[in-house]
Nanobody, 119 residues
Framework: QVQLVESGGALVQPGGSLRLSCKAS????????MAWYRQNPGAQHELVAS??????NYADSAKGRFAISESNAENTLYLQMNGLKPEDTAVYLC??????????????WGQGTQVTVSS
């Protein structure tokens, strides 16, 4: 079984920076998709950034400000967030699509970490 644990969310001022981390545990064999989503209360999930074999993708709102990266050795996903704006305020969720030692491709979600951008 795969478990994702997120960290790094905080209250920051506009223009500030945060680095979110998502650590995966379990018998992961292969990572297929790694991504960050975000959601405001009562709102739909929004894809912020992702990594696949084809490269990285970013939402228009994140381009030029956010950078997604990963450490294969540590099974950890990162989101560097610069130039934060109040509209970036949301719960940020980590998502992996992965295979394990026991099953084929499946979807895994973290619990979410709160990012609040306010003066």
């Amino acid at each position: 079984q795969v478990q994702l644990v997120e960290s790094g969310g905080a209250l920051v001022q506009p223009g500030g920076s945060l680095r979110l981390s998502c650590k995966a545990s379990g018998s992961i064999r292969r990572l297929i998709v790694m991504a960050w989503y975000r959601q405001n209360p009562g709102a739909q999930h929004e894809l912020v950034a992702s990594i696949t074999s084809a490269g990285t993708n970013y939402a228009d709102s994140a381009k030029g400000r956010f950078a997604i990266s990963e450490s294969n050795a540590e099974n950890t996903l990162y989101l560097q967030m610069n130039g934060l704006k109040p509209e970036d305020t949301a719960v940020y969720l980590c998502y992996f699509r992965a295979t394990t030692s026991y099953r084929g491709p499946a979807d895994y979600w973290g619990q979410g970490t709160q990012v609040t951008v306010s003066s």
